[in-house]
T-cell receptor
Framework: EAGVAQSPRYKIIEKRQSVAFWCNPISGHATLYWYQQILGQGPKLLIQFQNNGVVDDSQLPKDRFSAERLKGVDSTLKIQPAKLEDSAVYLC??????????????FGEGSRLTVL | TQLLEQSPQFLSIQEGENLTVYCNSSSVFSSLQWYRQEPGEGPVLLVTVVTGGEVKKLKRLTFQFGDARKDSSLHITAAQPGDTGLYLCAGANTGNQFYFGTGTSLTVIP
């Protein structure tokens, strides 16, 4: 079974530029998450999708971050314009079916963003 | 935001020693999970605990969920260099939101 795919693995941009990250979850996983992980810290939930609908985006900085999952499969996370503090690893995860709050999160390898 | 604090933040021990990592929150969760993350990779699930007071053992790892379902601990017996990594607790609610702890970076020295 193929895992969660993310691209690009690494991206370096100047502040105020834009960047987009792509995620393809495990086939059949309806729930998809984007997390931001700053070096040495735990992942912070940015947005949760159920199929192509947003379930929770309360921690997404909506003035600069946007995300979509148009067909309920692939997802894109965009940052525009980027700030220095956006330097982090952006992790995508999909959730295997399970009871409420008991499913397993499967993560991709992440996209490491450096903003100069 | 549901905050989960882990302690200690960093831990460096000799091979063969025992250790305990703590995960504390003021929130009640449906379940509590523990993940391990290695450099350049995403976190990988170790265990899920659901019932208050539950204890699960996975070889040399013992996980406990607090009676009030707000806190958890991870105990490793006879640590090995292969246990090195970032250990993360994650609390989940019924809406399937998973909130991660602050992380504990473990280094086991051969």
């Amino acid at each position: 079974e193929a895992g969660v795919a993310q691209s690009p693995r690494y991206k370096i941009i100047e502040k105020r530029q834009s960047v987009a990250f792509w995620c393809n979850p495990i086939s059949g996983h309806a729930t998809l998450y984007w997390y931001q992980q700053i070096l040495g810290q735990g992942p912070k939930l940015l947005i949760q999708f159920q199929n192509n609908g947003v379930v929770d985006d309360s921690q997404l900085p909506k003035d600069r971050f946007s995300a979509e999952r148009l067909k309920g499969v692939d997802s894109t996370l965009k940052i525009q314009p980027a700030k220095l503090e956006d330097s982090a690893v952006y992790l995508c995860a999909s959730n295997s079916p399970g009871g409420a709050g008991t499913g397993e999160l499967f993560f991709g390898e992440g996209s490491r963003l450096t903003v100069l | 935001t549901q905050l989960l604090e882990q302690s200690p933040q960093f831990l460096s021990i000799q091979e063969g020693e025992n250790l305990t990592v703590y995960c504390n929150s003021s929130s009640v969760f449906s379940s509590l999970q523990w993940y391990r993350q290695e450099p350049g990779e995403g976190p990988v699930l170790l265990v899920t605990v659901v019932t208050g007071g539950e204890v699960k053992k996975l070889k040399r790892l013992t996980f406990q969920f607090g009676d009030a379902r707000k806190d958890s601990s991870l105990h490793i017996t006879a640590a090995q260099p292969g246990d090195t990594g970032l250990y993360l607790c994650a609390g989940a609610n019924t809406g399937n939101q998973f909130y991660f702890g602050t992380g504990t970076s473990l280094t086991v020295i051969p």
